[in-house]
C-alpha cells in the first residue's frame, strides 16, 4: 500500500466507527428479522469487510482498508449485541458467569494461535493471502450458526 503507520492506523480508526454504528443498528435489525436471524446475517458482513480489505491496492487502497473495517464493525457490533443477549437470554442466572467465560475462554483462547497463523502466511505468502486465509478460515462460523436453532429465534 505504501503507507505508513500513521495513514494505516487513521484508515483503520475512521473504518472503526462501523462497530458503535453497528451495535446502534442491531436492534432496528432485529425488530425486521428476529434476534437469532439478525445474529446469523451479521456474520456476512463480518466475513466480507475482511475480503473487502485484502482487495486493497494502488491509490485508493487506505479507503478501501477504511471501508473493509467499517463493513466488518457493522457485522461485529450487531454480532456482538446479539450474542450476548442471547447468551443471557438463554442462560439460567446462576450460569451466566460461567457461559460468559467458557465463551471467552474459546474466542480469546483462538486470538493467538489465530494471529499466529496470521503472521505466518503474511510472512510467506503475503498481506493479501492472509486477509483472503483469514476471511475463508472465519467463513466457518456459518457452519454452527446455519445448523443452529438460532433461525428461528425470533426475541
Known sequence: MHAGPTEVGLAIGIGGIGFPLGSLLSSRFNSRVGMGP???????????????????????????????????????GCFGVNAVTLRQRY?????????????????????????LLGGFIGQVAG?????????V???????????SPLRSTTR
Do not use: D, K, N, Y
Request: proline share 6%; with cysteine; hydrophobic share 60%.
Open 38 to 76: 439478525a445474529l446469523i446475517w451479521a456474520a456476512i458482513p463480518s466475513v466480507g469487510g475482511i475480503l473487502v480489505s485484502a482487495l486493497a491496492f494502488g491509490r485508493p487502497a487506505l479507503a478501501v482498508v477504511a471501508a473493509g473495517v467499517f463493513i466488518v464493525g457493522i457485522g461485529q
Open 91 to 115: 442462560s439460567s442466572p446462576e450460569m451466566r458467569a460461567r457461559a460468559t467465560a467458557v465463551h471467552r475462554f474459546v474466542s480469546w483462547g483462538a486470538l493467538p494461535g489465530g494471529a
Open 127 to 135: 498481506l493479501r493471502s492472509a486477509l483472503v486465509c483469514a476471511s
Open 137 to 147: 478460515i472465519a467463513s466457518l462460523c456459518f457452519i454452527p450458526l446455519l445448523r
